[in-house]
């Protein structure tokens, strides 16, 4: 049976968030506002829009329109400086082995990020050419847990709902693919991700039977 595998990519394919949060941190210090790794975790699968909006929130700090843009700009600049850094090195436990084998058994599979930089992160880790499809920020309207990221990967691979399984690291990307109607499978912490239909702590414990029976299911 074909079915559709749709992969998250901060946090699922490569530990991105390190960087995201080095360059918001850097900007936070600008406006004299100590910006936390654990605070961080609030960023993960959310826009870089909604990033900021969040970031100014947490150190109650009301900035016009035309210096939130220019936040913007710099914090992304930063952030590719890290990201023109990255080497296959950087590629989560067992990535490669998953991709390998969905593509063994001929699966469809997709990427379904809210990043804008998916691409060029792809292909700084020599991914790029496992995915038939790439749904990015530069692709939705709503973000994640919209479920419209996810739903353009299903329409990219022609495959219904019920047959697409998602792997998510955040909360927003779970109830995103749960929405959709999609087999949600969470990589990190379980209890955070409780909503997930199954939930993995990395893909070192996703067995390649466990791959078979959603492949068969
Ligand atoms: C990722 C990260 C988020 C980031 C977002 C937008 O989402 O988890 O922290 O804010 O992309 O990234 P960019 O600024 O590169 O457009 P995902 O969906 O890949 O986990
Ligand atoms: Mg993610």
Redesign the pocket.
């Known amino acids: 049976m074909k079915k559709a595998f749709i992969f ?5 394919i490569v530990d ?2 390190k960087f ?1 949060y080095l360059a918001w941190r850097n900007l936070a210090k600008g406006i004299d506002f100590d910006f936390t790794e654990e605070q961080n975790e609030q ?6 829009v ?2 900021l909006e969040i970031l100014l929130d947490m150190a109650k700090y009301t900035a016009t329109q035309e210096q939130k843009e220019v936040w913007l700009v710099q ?2 600049e930063e ?1 590719l400086k890290y990201i023109q850094k990255m080497d296959e090195s950087e590629i989560l436990p067992d990535v490669p082995r998953v991709l390998d084998y969905l593509i063994e058994n001929q699966q469809g599979i997709a990427l ?7 691409r060029p992160i792809l292909e700084r880790v020599s991914l790029l050419d496992k995915f038939q499809a790439i749904v ?2 530069n692709d939705v309207t709503a973000a ?1 847990p919209d479920p419209e ?1 996810f739903v353009k990967g299903a329409q990219a691979l022609k495959t219904e709902a019920k047959d697409c399984i998602v792997f ?3 909360i927003a ?1 779970i109830q995103a693919a749960n929405a959709a109607g999609m087999i949600s499978i969470g990589i990190g912490d379980p209890t955070v991700l409780h909503e997930a239909f199954h939930v993995f702590t990395n893909f070192t414990e996703l067995s390649n039977d466990f791959l078979q029976e959603l492949i068969a299911s």
């Open positions: 998250d990519l901060d946090g699922v991105t968030a995201h960023f993960k699968g959310v826009s870089r909604r990033s914090k992304n952030y379904g990020s809210a990043s804008k930089n998916a990015d920020g994640k990221v998510e690291d955040s990307g």
